[in-house]
């Protein structure tokens, strides 16, 4: 009897594996199909649909098969019973049923109004994903992809731009489309579509952090298919990655916020303690991606792992998810850290690997972008019709479409025009309208709006994030080819040539010499970090750049020995390292010219103060100082950690 | 534990069907945050004024309460990975000092120990906080339970049965609780890459070669090894009956259930080193064949043991129906999990073929992937072993599929798995060296551990000796007696075996046979597999075999006695050493198989019989028509891993094609394996070896003609 039972159970958990086999297989028939339509898309060069599109198509087709052509099985509604005793909600349970005791996880906690829709079908049910998943497992090599390909020789020479489009482009756009919302939620108040007190100030900005990671992939697919002129890609590219970042802690720390008494009224101590949250999660993070990464890089200058590619792969694999782990661990954001990480490890580690670890390591991360990517977005697709609690409010989603383009041209316009007061080679009209127009909403805003769905606004925002997601993919992704034409934004730029010779057309009047003060076009603080980079820190983590004894004062020569690697002394080293030394050398020689009339040290300490009047005697050569102290503190915070 | 027979759980059927969510997600979620999460909200009596404020209050520390354990289970996973780290490094060190007593996977064991001593005894106990409610109106467990705790719903999901005198001991210890995996991880995320990197790896030249010696070791071995351990762990457990050391159950199918699990062999020490010191081919190919099949076998094998229920009331003693019933589920589940492996990796190879995937390799890539991977769900969901079908999925990949793929992503697929098998291997090892710590209820018996030694060796050598000694019968290359002790002596057990024995610890039989499992893994690894070198040597074993310069090239290979030394003649030799069945097979496949999916081999409209032309022409590539030459070339790996066997099949297909004068290409099966069996005669003394080990294959080769013709 009981060896009968045993088997009984034995039964069950077979047919539990069943399950959960099916509905993988399902998103593996899903992708395979995205995949070999891809295919075809590209041997035949469609451009208006990209993977992620297609992805989200056959998501949808499956949602719909599955809503609709799977029986929903009648469930017998039992009661809830009402436990007196239990006064808590213990980790497990055990539950005695006639003698066989059970051991019941905890999993979640339901809303009083969750229960019933849980009733319904429970196919749907089993193809809902546990929303963590996507923040542990889904997005980390996505974004750890985004900073280790973020190596991008253009990177740096519009890291001025780019922070200021990510940090105050998203603080502006998020409280703009708070605002825009908040009016949205009065006046669905008014119209008796929502409850008083159900929605609060909060709220909204919350839906304003959440709707500003913006995620151009479509469109940057296209861009690097084309070769779009490489400024704009930049631009873009390094404003959504920095963007997500920030639009993740800027999210936390809203749901953090949470005022004593009044949930609307404005707490001072909270709001600053909310700011306070933000910079120290997001330096935290910062921190510990770099912390990571650097000794990711010291372990590989110092032992000679290069030997074992495998082994030197692992490592970077492993020691990249430990920022992960860490991260998450100390209480800061995963993500965040991930990314910094991979810039870092791009920047630093990447130098040091040996050729067929590089490759290796940027195939391997290449590949689970790709298919985490998909999965993603065949989530979503499948998500319309699945996810059981939808809360379809017309206005409210109108008014989110309204207020992200709003907010998308409060962020690019005054923004650019800020930056082009200060830049040399300005942003142009039509750039700044392709930046707008590729304001495309992706995995980050989804994968932050799936996290919390217990409350009824929070689920209006889910449902009004995907139709967003859906609309932007589709339409704009469709869009950028003929937008690119009709802005006639240069295409089919060599990214090598464009470097040394290239009047393009549109730039007809500011030609040579607008390229060569491009070079010149990084703020002073930045040169002086890139000085500090070249002389310091790359001789001490890579094996590249001047050997520590030339660059390190002399009573530090016994430790400056010892860091720099025998390499560096040998000259084959600086065309084995082409790669990062092209990136930095204009910046270097650059700071080679400025550095000479006056020590650096002290030049950072003026700069503290001056920071306001800069425009003095440099005002030729930097614009991008100009742009206000907000954005240099900030840069102080993040460059500060780096130093150490 | 305090039982509370008056208050009633609140009990909802949430699904009538046993629902879980998917259940993969969530093992690698709960890898990452789902152990347990404890919430204790505040349930102090809440008057419904306050209902507002206080439930913000209490969601707030409800959610601070699961961020601290999903910052615990993160914690525990750092754990691993630094461990990872810490033995990555230390086997770069190792390398590079050519220190070879130890491999990495026994230094992430001994890593994994020292954790697991740290976790035992340095971190404080802290007392479980379970209630037990016994409910009398419902008879079976739902898979999910919807909790009413003062107004507030709970949602709890089923983790498992506990038996109830374990209820007491559940968890002391919540640090060791958090660092214990749910044991299908194992199955279902750890396990499937090392086996299917093990099958993609598995296109060595020499394997086919050896392909007969392999599959009987493999099948045949595995059968003997198991029963020999099985009837020898009886009777220690009669022994110990005897004595008084058994304090539960222990019948005769939980003996042959140990058998079974024990058998599976993973040398993966031993083959490492082989590997890095070019040890002889041939003992190389039919060390890592049989350890590859072998797991399969082991783990069919122990399931349909465990399949094994007599019907009658004395549910130990032997009935005849029910084994047979377990022979046929045997039969079945393996036969089944082949087929799936067979049939995804062959569409995977059509598609490969017939579209240009090759463009794109990072698409090639994720495709060859996800095929590979739906393998082992379609096989899980149609109730076969996913780990089974994956291995054979992934050698089929490699025979076919792989010659398809572009240059890129043939290294990108390889260096793919390659990581992947990586951590997932030692990860298990330094699993291992932790689970002998922080799991709760190892079961140390003396004489049963002691016991179990001698019945591997046991076995092991009943195996081993036995089988070489037929084998030699039919073979022409004999495996020489320090081959066959170097085999005795790589009876490793790894991987396989402890997932297999950490799957179910439920009873008292089985926690003794998972703890004596540990203790078998550690000794083999760290003892024998540091001993390999010194074995090696001492056997006389030659070295520094360089394989690619191993098959000489002599186009000739019928001047079997032309050698200049016994090595190369052996070497030689070799080639005509598979049966016929394979060399029908060969022939079969490298005819009409390779050109309907590869881009290589003869067009097929040569090879098939005119009247299916139009079909022949279809399914024929461009490629194959344009250039054959720099095909060949191009396929230079794979042609080399067959040449062997094509040339002896070329030579006789020459002489088929020179008698009917033209070249229609009607070289039928039975007129090419008429002619040869007829030229060859002399050669071949494998059909020789006994009709017993032909038919105790026959079996199983049937399989490949079957679902591929």
């Avoid at chain 2, 950490?502 to 003892?527: G, K």
Wanted: one cysteine or more; glycine letters at 8%; a negative charge.
């Amino acid at each position: 009897m009981e060896r009968q039972s045993r088997a009984m159970s034995e039964k069950n958990e077979y047919q539990f594996q069943h399950q959960g086999a099916v509905e993988l297989l399902v998103f593996n028939f899903l992708l395979i199909l995205t995949i070999l339509t891809i295919w075809l898309f590209k041997n035949h060069r469609f451009r208006f649909l990209h993977e992620t599109g297609g992805a989200m198509v056959y998501g949808l087709i499956m949602g719909l098969i599955l809503r609709y052509a799977t029986a929903p099985t009648d469930v017998e509604s039992g009661t809830v019973y009402d436990c007196v005793k239990l006064t808590f909600s213990p980790s497990t349970l055990l539950v005695n049923i006639t003698d066989q005791v059970y051991e019941y996880k905890y999993k979640r906690e339901i809303s009083q109004h969750n229960i019933s829709p849980h009733q319904g079908n429970p196919i749907l049910e089993k193809m809902t994903f546990d929303p963590e998943i996507f923040f542990n497992v889904l997005l980390p090599p996505i974004i750890f992809h985004a900073g280790y390909s973020l190596k991008k020789r253009h990177f740096f020479q519009n890291l001025g731009s780019i922070l200021t489009y990510a940090f105050l482009g998203t603080a502006i756009s998020c409280i703009v489309i708070g605002l825009i919302m908040y009016g949205f939620v009065k006046a669905m108040i008014h119209a008796d579509q929502l409850k008083n007190g159900d929605f609060h100030f909060t709220d909204c900005l919350f839906f304003g952090s959440l709707m500003s990671a913006t995620d151009p992939v479509t469109v940057l697919a296209i861009f690097h298919e084309l070769h779009v002129d490489p400024d704009l890609y930049i631009l873009l590219f390094g404003e959504s990655v920095l963007n997500d970042a920030v639009a993740i802690v800027l999210t936390y720390s809203i749901s953090i916020y949470s005022p004593k008494e009044n949930p609307n009224a404005f707490d001072a101590a909270a709001f600053f303690q909310s700011v306070g949250n933000f910079l120290g999660i997001f330096a935290g993070s910062f921190a510990m991606g770099s912390a990571y990464a650097i000794i990711t890089a010291l372990l590989t200058k110092f032992t000679k792992l290069c030997e074992f590619p495998m082994l030197e792969t692992g490592l970077f694999f492993l020691l990249s998810w430990s920022a992960f782990l860490s991260a998450e661990a100390a209480g800061l954001t995963g993500i965040v850290a991930v990314l910094f990480c991979g810039v870092t490890q791009a920047h630093y580690t990447y130098n040091n690997l040996s050729s067929d670890s590089k490759v290796r390591t940027k195939q391997l991360f290449e590949f689970m972008n790709f298919l985490a990517e998909n999965v993603i977005f065949c989530y979503m697709g499948l998500a319309l019709f699945t996810f059981q609690n939808h809360i379809f409010n017309a206005l409210f989603i109108l008014g989110a479409f309204l207020a992200i383009f709003v907010a998308r041209a409060c962020n690019i316009y005054p923004l650019s025009f800020l930056l082009n007061l200060g830049r040399k080679q300005k942003i142009p009209w039509n750039f700044q309208h392709m930046m707008m127009f590729s304001g495309l909403r992706g995995a980050i805003a989804f994968a932050l709006a799936i996290r919390n769905t217990e409350s009824q606004p929070k689920q209006m925002m889910f449902t009004t994030t995907l139709l967003l997601v859906f609309f932007t993919v589709w339409i704009f992704g469709g869009g950028t080819t003929p937008m690119l034409t009709w802005l006639q934004i240069r295409v089919g730029v060599d990214l090598d040539e464009n470097l040394k010779e290239d009047p393009s057309p549109q730039h007809q009047e500011a030609n040579n010499l607008d390229k060569t003060m491009t070079k010149a076009e990084s703020a002073r603080l930045f040169r002086m970090w890139y000085g500090f980079d070249h002389k310091y820190l790359k001789p001490i983590l890579t094996h590249s750049g001047p050997p520590l004894t030339t660059t390190l004062p002399e009573w530090c020569g016994p430790i400056s020995r010892l860091l720099t690697s025998s390499q560096a002394y040998g000259e084959q080293l600086k065309e084995d390292d082409v790669e990062c030394i092209v990136n930095q050398d204009e910046l270097a020689m650059n700071y080679q010219e400025q550095a000479s009339p006056c020590s650096p040290p002290a030049r950072l300490g003026l700069d503290q103060k001056a920071s306001p009047q800069t425009p003095g005697k440099e005002n030729i050569y930097e614009g991008d100082l100009g742009l206000g102290g907000y954005e240099l503190k900030l840069e102080q915070t993040s460059g500060q950690s780096h130093l150490n | 534990m305090e039982p509370c027979d008056a208050a009633r759980p609140g009990f909802d059927r949430v699904a009538g069907a046993p629902p879980r969510r998917l259940l993969l997600p969530p093992l690698l979620l709960s890898l990452l945050l789902g152990r347990g999460l404890r919430v204790a909200a505040a349930a102090s009596a809440s008057s419904g004024a306050a209902a507002e404020d206080s439930s913000a209050m209490e969601e707030l520390a409800t959610e601070k309460e699961a961020e601290e354990s999903h910052r615990q289970d993160s914690v525990s996973l750092l754990t691993f990975i630094l461990l990872l780290t810490l033995t990555i490094l230390t086997i770069w060190l190792f390398k590079h000092r050519r220190v070879r007593f130890l491999h990495e996977t026994g230094l992430a064991m001994i890593y994994g120990l020292i954790v697991g001593v740290i976790l035992r005894y340095g971190t404080p106990a802290t007392s479980g906080r379970d209630k037990s409610l016994s409910c009398t109106q419902e008879d079976r467990a739902f898979s999910t339970l919807l909790v009413n705790v003062s107004g507030k719903f709970f949602e709890y999901t089923l983790k498992g049965e506990i038996s109830p005198g374990k209820i007491n001991s559940v968890e002391q210890n919540d640090m060791l609780r958090k660092v214990t995996f749910d044991p299908e991880v194992f199955f279902n995320i750890l396990l499937p890459p090392i086996i299917f990197h093990a099958g993609y790896s598995l296109k060595k030249r020499h394997f086919f070669r050896n392909l007969g010696s392999i599959l009987a070791y493999a099948f045949l071995g595995t059968a003997v090894s198991c029963f020999i351990i099985g009837n020898l762990m009886y009777g220690v457990v009669k022994l110990m009956k005897i004595m008084g050391q058994l304090s539960d159950k222990f019948y005769y199918t939980d003996c042959l259930f140990f058998g079974a699990i024990i058998s599976a062999t993973d040398p993966v020490t031993v083959l490492a080193i082989f590997n890095e010191l070019h040890a002889d081919v041939d003992l190389y190919a039919l060390l890592f064949g049989e350890s590859v099949l072998n797991d399969a076998v082991a783990i069919v094998l122990s399931s349909s043991i465990v399949a094994y229920q007599p019907a009658g009331l004395n549910t130990h003693a032997f009935d005849a129906a029910a084994f047979f019933k377990s022979v046929g589920i045997f039969l079945g589940i393996f036969s089944g999990s082949f087929t799936m492996g067979a049939v995804t990796g062959v569409v995977t190879a059509l598609v490969t073929k017939f579209t240009k995937l090759h463009c794109f390799p990072l698409l090639e890539t994720a495709l060859f992937f996800l095929m590979s991977w739906s393998t082992f769900l379609l096989a899980e969901a149609c109730g076969f072993t996913g780990v089974v079908a994956v291995l054979f999925c992934g050698i089929t990949q490699a025979h076919y599929t792989y010659n398809n793929l572009s240059v890129e992503s043939r290294s990108r697929t390889k260096q793919l798995f390659e990581v992947l098998h990586f951590l997932a291997e030692n990860f298990i090892f330094s699993y291992m060296g932790l689970a002998l710590f922080t799991f709760q209820k190892h079961v140390f018996s003396p004489v049963f551990i002691i016991g179990a030694f001698v019945a591997i060796f046991l076995g092991r050598a009943a195996h081993i000796y036995p089988l070489s000694f037929f084998l030699n019968l039919g073979r022409r290359h004999k495996i020489g007696w320090n081959f066959q002790h170097m085999m005795m002596f790589s009876g490793l057990r790894g991987a396989m075996a402890f997932a297999l024995a950490i799957r179910d610890t439920a009873s008292y039989a089985r926690q003794m046979m998972f703890t004596t499992t540990l203790l078998i893994v550690f000794f083999t690894v760290w003892i024998i597999g540091g001993g390999t070198t010194p074995m090696l040597s001492w056997l006389n074993i030659r070295v520094g075999v360089d394989p690619d310069q191993d098959p000489p090239p002599n186009n000739d290979s019928f001047q079997v006695l032309q050698g200049d030394g016994p090595d190369s003649a052996r070497g030689n030799r070799t080639k005509q050493e598979s049966a016929w069945i394979f060399r029908l097979w060969y022939s079969f496949d490298h005819n009409y198989l390779k050109p309907i999916l590869t881009h290589s081999g003869p067009p097929l409209t040569t090879t098939l019989p005119a009247w299916c032309g139009l079909l022949a022409r279809c399914l024929t590539s461009p490629q194959v028509y344009d250039n054959q030459e720099p095909l060949r070339e191009e396929d230079s790996d794979f042609i080399l891993t067959e040449g062997d066997l094509t040339l002896t099949y070329g030579d006789s297909t020459v002489t088929a094609n020179g008698s009917s004068g033209s070249h229609t290409g009607s070289t039928s099966l039975e007129g090419s394996r008429r002619t040869k069996s007829s030229s060859e005669e002399v050669l071949e003394r494998d059909l020789g070896m006994g009709d017993q080990k032909v038919s105790s294959r026959g079996t199983r080769l049937v399989f490949p003609l079957e679902d591929n013709a």
